[in-house]
C-alpha cells in the first residue's frame, strides 16, 4: 500500500487536505494525525471492519483498547451513558486538553474498541488538525498512538512514517506534538476516581476539579504488576534496543557510579541521557534530554527512538523527580528500562 503524505499547516489546517483525509476515513481506510500529546492512528470509531484494521497496522494485542476521540464536547453524548458528575466537572474545566476519560459505553460503542470491557475511553484533543479531522469525518475516531505496538509513541510524522509507512493509507504531516507524551487516562467507573496513566494533567490538578483521585499502584509502583486495570499497562512499551538502567538515589554518588559503570561495561556504545548540559561523562555519549520535566516530556520518545537508530547498547540515566509532569515521565521511563532501576545510597 503506498501511504500518501500530507503536509498540513497545523495553526491554519488547509480544509483542502483535512478533506482529502477525511475521505479516506469514510472509505474505511486509516490515518495518522497530530494531536497535542503524540500522533494518533486513526480510524472510524463506529465501524468494526475499519477497527480492526489499526490492531492489524499497529501488531497491537486485541485486548488492548482504543480511546475514542472527538471533535466537540456534545459528541459525548451517544458514545457513553451515563455522564457522572464527576465527568461533567473535568469537561467543563479540562476539555479540549491531554485527558482521557474512562465511562460506561453505550450500545453504539463497538466491541472492537473496548477489547470486551464495559467501558469506553474517551477524549477532545487541543489539536486544530485533529479536530477539524473528526469533524470533515463526521465520525468520532478510534486513536492508539501511531507506532508499531511497542514502540514509542510518534511525536512527529517521521516517526509515524519509520512504523507504519506502506501499512496505512495517510499520515497527516502536521510538525512536531506539544506535550510529547500520551494523555492521562482517569477511570470514573471505579469505586472512586482512578489515575489508570499519568500525563501533562496531573492528580492535583484533577483534585483541585473533583476532590478525591487516586492512583492506581501500577503508575507508582517500581515494578512490573501483571494483573492490572488497564490492559495496556501489561505490555511492554517504549523499550529501545539497548539496555535502560535508571539511578536513584544520592546524585553525587550516581555520578561516580554512572562513571564508573562506563570504565568496565563490555558495551561499546553507551549514552548517558543528562539533563544539564555541563554535566559529560568520558567514554559515553552524552545525550542531552532537557531540564525541565516539560522538556524531557517533550524530547523522550524522539530520543529513545535516535538511540536505536544509533546503534547504542546501554543507556544510563538518573532519575527526575515524580512531581507533576515527572510523574509521567518515570512512569514512561520505567517502562522503557523494563523497571531495570539500581538504588544508589
Ligand atoms: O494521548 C493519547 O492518549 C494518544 C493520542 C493519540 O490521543 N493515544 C494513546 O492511545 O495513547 P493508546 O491506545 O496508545 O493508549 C490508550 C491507553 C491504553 O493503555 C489502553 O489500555 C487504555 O488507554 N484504555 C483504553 N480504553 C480503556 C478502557 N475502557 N479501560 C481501561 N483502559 C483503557
Ligand atoms: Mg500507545
Redesign the pocket.
Known amino acids: 500500500m503506498k501511504t500518501l503524505i500530507l503536509r498540513i499547516d497545523p495553526k491554519k489546517p488547509q480544509p483542502r487536505i483535512i478533506r482529502k483525509a477525511a475521505t479516506l476515513l469514510q472509505q474505511g481506510e486509516l490515518v495518522a494525525f497530530p494531536?497535542?500529546?503524540?500522533?494518533?492512528?486513526g480510524a472510524n470509531a463506529l465501524s468494526p471492519k475499519a477497527i480492526r484494521k489499526i490492531f492489524k497496522a499497529k501488531g497491537?494485542p486485541s485486548d488492548?483498547?482504543?480511546?475514542v476521540?472527538i471533535a466537540d464536547k456534545k459528541q459525548l453524548r451517544q458514545l457513553v451513558d451515563p455522564i457522572p458528575p464527576a465527568a461533567s466537572k473535568l469537561i467543563k474545566k479540562l476539555w479540549p486538553g491531554?485527558l482521557?476519560i474512562?465511562l460506561k459505553?453505550s450500545p453504539i460503542i463497538p466491541d472492537e474498541?473496548?477489547?470486551g470491557?464495559n467501558?469506553?475511553?474517551v477524549?477532545l484533543?487541543d489539536n486544530r488538525v485533529?479536530r477539524a479531522l473528526i469533524r470533515a469525518a463526521g465520525f468520532p475516531l478510534a486513536?492508539?498512538?501511531?507506532?508499531i505496538s511497542g514502540k514509542p509513541?510518534p511525536t512527529c510524522a517521521s516517526h509515524v512514517s519509520a512504523d507504519l509507512e506502506g501499512r496505512i493509507s495517510c499520515i497527516i504531516d502536521g510538525g512536531s506534538t506539544h506535550?510529547g507524551?500520551?494523555?492521562t487516562?482517569i477511570?470514573l467507573?471505579a469505586a472512586s476516581p482512578t489515575i489508570?496513566?499519568p500525563?501533562k494533567i496531573s492528580p492535583s490538578e484533577i483534585g483541585k476539579v473533583i476532590g478525591n483521585v487516586r492512583l492506581h499502584r501500577v503508575v507508582k509502583s517500581d515494578k512490573k504488576i501483571i494483573a492490572a486495570?488497564?490492559?495496556?499497562?501489561k505490555y511492554r512499551h517504549y523499550a529501545p534496543k539497548a539496555e535502560l538502567r535508571i539511578f536513584q538515589g544520592d546524585t553525587i554518588k550516581i555520578k561516580s557510579k554512572i562513571q564508573n559503570i562506563i570504565r568496565h561495561s563490555p558495551a561499546k556504545k553507551i549514552a548517558v541521557f543528562v539533563t544539564n548540559r555541563n554535566h559529560r561523562f568520558q567514554g559515553a555519549e552524552n545525550v542531552y534530554i532537557g531540564s525541565s520535566s516539560k522538556s524531557i516530556a517533550k524530547n523522550l520518545f524522539r530520543v529513545l527512538r535516535e538511540m536505536d537508530d544509533r546503534k547504542i547498547e546501554l543507556i544510563l540515566i538518573e532519575s527526575v523527580s515524580e512531581k507533576g509532569l515527572g510523574l509521567a515521565v518515570m512512569n514512561r521511563l520505567k517502562k522503557a528500562a523494563g523497571f531495570n532501576i539500581v538504588r544508589v545510597r
Open positions: 494531536t497535542e500529546t503524540v500522533y494518533g492512528l497491537r488492548n483498547p482504543l480511546i476521540h491531554p482521557t474512562i459505553k474498541i473496548c477489547a470491557l467501558t469506553v475511553a477524549r484533543p485533529a486513536a492508539p498512538s501511531a507506532n509513541s506535550v507524551l500520551e494523555s487516562v477511570d467507573t489508570l496513566r500525563g486495570r488497564s490492559p495496556g499497562m
